[in-house]
Nanobody, 125 residues
Framework: QVQLVESGGGSVQVGGSLRLSCAVY????????MAWFRQAPGKEREGVAT?????YPTYADSVKGRFTISYDNAGNTLQMNSLKPEDTAMYYC?????????????????????WGQGTQVTVSS
């Protein structure tokens, strides 16, 4: 049974940084297209970043240049810099069993089979 466990959320002021981690249990994380999604109250879940075995991560336009996704020993991390109030959301780690993320992977939320419980990020001005 594959489990994803997020950590690292919290509250920060505008311009601050947070680092989210996603640990994968029950399988080898390199087998998966991995992604971060976020969902703010009253809004749809949106893709933030993806990483796969190509080592070419992808990012939503809204976070390009500020967020960086990378692998670590347990799964992946999402480094978030220059945070803005609009980054406030619940952040979810997700994975699907593919070596490479297809183009537009995060547009098809339901194709991600494995999800973490979420971690809250709050950015205040």
């Amino acid at each position: 049974q594959v489990q994803l466990v997020e950590s690292g959320g919290g509250s920060v002021q505008v311009g601050g940084s947070l680092r989210l981690s996603c640990a994968v249990y029950g399988s080898t994380y390199r087998r998966y297209c991995m992604a971060w999604f976020r969902q703010a109250p009253g809004k749809e879940r949106e893709g933030v970043a993806t990483i796969d075995n190509s080592d070419y991560p992808t990012y939503a336009d809204s976070v390009k240049g500020r967020f960086t996704i990378s692998y670590d020993n347990a799964g992946n991390t999402l480094q978030m810099n220059s945070l803005k109030p609009e980054d406030t959301a619940m952040y979810y780690c997700a994975a699907k069993a593919m070596w490479f993320c297809p183009s537009g992977a995060t547009e098809r939320v339901t194709e991600f089979r494995y999800w973490g419980q979420g971690t809250q990020v709050t950015v205040s001005s």
